[in-house]
């Protein structure tokens, strides 16, 4: 949300609260140092408490401390957080800085707790307390202190990470810099525990023997402590919990395939940390879905599962048993030449999207693009039964569209030609650069078929192999004739397609 806010903006947002939530810790302070002060005094006999004139003191002294407080942090605040005024990424400087603004102002606010004790022990003494008392009233300040200045930190923690976020929005450092949980931990317990066990010691001190603390006094320290206790526990548990809530939900998303994910980076300890590395690794396995698109685009979508499966890619090949689809556009010279190279290529690609359309709707692949014309293989590398009734009905098809796609562009015209039979499929190259490919017979005889095929009417040649391989898809096809094709020793039977016969969409 604070992203789409200006840096003035934000500061505003954040000033409000904190001055807000600054108050709320140091009057919670005064009112537990009140309280200490009081009953930690309480029943002894000849021993004068709070009178008159400590309230006047505390009235005048505390709202002048936090509006002194108040004006002096948000000062603090501005100067340190000048880089999100001016709209620029902090230095590593600023943003150690501001990452520190909360040890700051807790380190700040306990002077005017100091001041406080020092004004009350000079007080007390001229008002002739003993020294019992004067020590007793001047640690339950200090005590009152040290619950305001931990409230505070872990207020002010909480409320600046808006600001966090964006100092650690363009550089993460590889270690921490503030505090972290341990700390937090730590912190939290000993200002929701530690201070009203210390009130309860703090009962005995200089107290006569004979007249002990009352058990409203202890009873009382106790609930106060259960219950501030609690809150700086719920404070200190929301600004731990939030962030892996929020990181427990960007974990479901990239578990649905969701990895166009950012968190914000709101936390200089562990959990910064934390978020930062999912980050990275959500940039990871955006980076690695591109390569898989890439590669499975280059290779072919069923090549690119199997590399992925097998992991480790050998070098190497085995036999199968294919149908092997070559088309090739007529006259690509004469096409150029009529046209801008823009037009050209993006003529092509239409002319490949109708290909690789036709050829994977049948549960194909192209092998591969070689200047103006295309390989496609069926029952490589995934096997296929059927592989010859898919290439015959595919090349069927694939010339009906080519049909409708020459009726917009009557310069582009191509030829198909359909074979099948035992091939070497597999990985062709070096460790450093290989392709998976099919060698063999029918590949040379289906680029032969499309020579031919340029020069009838159909523009669509099978070999008597794949025919007769083609089950009842064989019936969609007729004898054309006997051909020589160069390279291939014996004259083969072609076949060419039916005419008026319905072309039917594969059921998948």
Request: with cysteine; aromatic share 6%; glycine share 10%.
């Amino acid at each position: 949300m604070t992203n789409a806010c200006s840096g003035s903006e934000v500061l505003e947002q954040v000033g409000r609260r904190l001055n807000t939530r600054i108050s709320v810790a140091h009057i919670t302070g005064a009112l537990l140092a009140l309280a200490s002060g009081a009953l930690t005094s309480a029943n002894i006999r000849g021993q004068r408490g709070f009178g008159w004139v400590d309230l006047i003191i505390v009235a005048i002294y505390l709202p002048l401390a936090v509006l002194l407080a108040v004006w002096s942090f948000s000062r603090l605040v501005k100067r340190v957080t000048t880089w999100l005024f001016e709209e620029r990424p902090p230095t590593a400087g600023e943003q150690r800085s501001t990452l520190a603004l909360p040890w700051y102002l807790a380190a700040g606010s306990m002077l005017g707790w100091l001041g406080a004790a020092v004004i009350w022990s000079v007080i007390t003494s001229a008002t002739h307390h003993d020294a019992a008392y004067t020590v007793r009233v001047a640690l339950s300040i200090l005590l009152g202190g040290l619950t305001a200045c931990g409230l505070t930190y872990l207020l002010v923690e909480w409320t600046i990470r808006p600001i966090t976020a964006r100092a650690l929005a363009g550089h993460v450092p590889e270690r921490m810099i503030a505090p972290g949980v341990r700390t937090k931990l730590l912190l939290s317990w000993a200002v929701g525990a530690d201070v009203f066990l210390l009130m309860i010691g703090l009962s005995f001190v200089g107290r006569p023997a004979d007249e002990p603390p009352s058990a409203a006094s202890i009873w009382f320290i106790i609930v106060a402590g259960l219950a501030a206790g609690s809150l700086v526990l719920y404070v200190a548990s929301r600004s731990l919990v939030s962030p892996l809530l929020e990181l427990r939900r960007a974990v479901g998303r990239v578990q649905r395939g969701d990895v166009d994910i950012k968190l914000d980076v709101d936390d200089g300890g562990e959990l910064g940390l934390l978020q930062a590395g999912f980050n990275q690794m959500v940039v990871g396995l955006r980076e690695r879905r591109t390569l898989q698109d890439l590669f499975g685009r280059h290779v072919g979508e069923e090549v690119a599962r199997q590399a992925l499966e097998q992991g480790d890619v050998a070098l190497g090949g085995e036999r199968r048993e294919v149908g092997v689809i070559f088309v090739d556009v007529i006259g690509s010279t004469s096409l150029a030449q009529s046209r801008p190279p823009e037009a050209v290529v993006d003529l092509l690609n239409q002319f490949f999207a109708t290909v690789v359309q036709v050829v994977a709707a049948e549960g194909g692949w192209v092998n591969k693009f070689e200047g103006d014309g295309a390989l496609c293989v069926f029952g490589a590398p995934v096997s296929q039964d059927d592989f010859a009734v898919r290439a015959l009905r595919a090349a069927r098809i694939l010339r009906r569209e080519l049909l409708g796609l020459a009726a917009a562009n009557p310069e582009l015209d191509a030829a198909i030609g359909v074979s099948a039979g035992s091939v070497v499929a597999g990985n062709i190259g070096d460790q450093r650069r290989y392709e998976y490919t099919v060698i063999g017979t029918p590949v040379n005889e289906a680029a032969r078929l499309t020579d031919e095929a340029k020069h009838r009417l159909g523009r669509v040649l099978a070999s008597e192999e794949a025919v007769s391989r083609g089950g009842p898809e064989a019936t969609s096809w007729q004898v054309s004739g006997e051909l020589r094709l160069r390279g291939i020793g014996e004259p083969v039977l072609v076949y060419e397609p039916t005419g008026g016969v319905e072309i039917r969409h594969p059921v998948r």
